[in-house]
Nanobody
Framework: QVQLVEAGGGSVQAGGSLRLSCAAS????????MGWYRQTPGKTRELVAT???????NSADSVKGRFTISRDNAKNTVYLEMNSLRPEDTAVYYC???????????????WGQGTQVTVSS
């Protein structure tokens, strides 16, 4: 059983910073892809940033230059450093991982439960 646990959410004022973390645990052979998504009530879940096993990153235009995604492969953990936060960044942030149980397994997508980020003006 694979579990993703997010941490680091909270409430900050505009211009502040937060660092989110997501640790994957369980039976894991490899993690090919990890990322962060966010969702506001009434809107669909949207991509924030992703990172591959090789370290290639991709970020949404709205967070470029402000958010940085990184990972610690030894800990099966992905981080999201969020700086210069804006009220429009307020959302529930979800961790996602695409991983395999073993060398011959099929890659599957897993989601964390989400962590709330609230930015006040």
């Amino acid at each position: 059983q694979v579990q993703l646990v997010e941490a680091g959410g909270g409430s900050v004022q505009a211009g502040g910073s937060l660092r989110l973390s997501c640790a994957a645990s369980g039976t894991i052979f490899s993690i090919d892809y990890m990322g962060w998504y966010r969702q506001t009530p009434g809107k669909t879940r949207e991509l924030v940033a992703t990172i591959t096993s090789g370290g290639t990153t991709n970020s949404a235009d709205s967070v470029k230059g402000r958010f940085t995604i990184s990972r610690d492969n030894a800990k099966n953990t992905v981080y999201l450093e969020m700086n210069s936060l804006r009220p429009e960044d307020t959302a529930v942030y979800y961790c996602n991982a695409v991983l395999r149980y073993d060398r011959f397994g099929i890659a599957r997508s897993y989601w964390g439960q989400g962590t709330q980020v609230t930015v006040s003006s």
